[in-house]
Nanobody, 122 residues
Framework: QVQLVESGGGLVQAGGSLRLSCAAS????????MGWFRQAPGKEREFVAR????????YYADSVKGRFTISRDNAKNTVYLQMNSLKPEDTAIYFC???????????????WGQGTQVTVSS
């Protein structure tokens, strides 16, 4: 069982930056693939980024590639999402999630946080 708690969301102007954090409980954090997803009002939850167990492999949605960076600190049981050059279309609730296998769709992930709101003003 893994419990996830996101933090770091907020209101930022277009072009600004935010760093999201996701703290995980449990001693097996390093065995999980960690992902970030987001969901805007009226839209389906979409993949943003994922990072594998040791952190060497990352993968991003085309919409955030070059602007967002996912990282993890297994010693702190924490995964991060650094978001730069934010755009109004990045506005959404951002969720972190944990999976036992690599994937980019929500059904691949077994555990979810409660989400943190990110709002980007124009």
């Amino acid at each position: 069982q893994v419990q996830l708690v996101e933090s770091g969301g907020g209101l930022v102007q277009a072009g600004g930056s935010l760093r999201l954090s996701c703290a995980a409980s449990g001693r097996t954090f390093s065995t999980y693939v960690m992902g970030w997803f987001r969901q805007a009002p009226g839209k389906e939850r979409e993949f943003v980024a994922r990072i594998v167990w040791g952190g060497r492999s990352t993968y991003y949605a085309d919409s955030v590639k070059g602007r967002f960076t996912i990282s993890r600190d297994n010693a702190k049981n924490t995964v991060y999402l650094q978001m730069n050059s934010l755009k109004p279309e990045d506005t959404a609730i951002y969720f972190c999630a944990a999976a036992l296998e690599v994937g980019v769709v929500p059904r691949n992930y077994q555990y979810w946080g409660q989400g943190t709101q990110v709002t980007v003003s124009s």
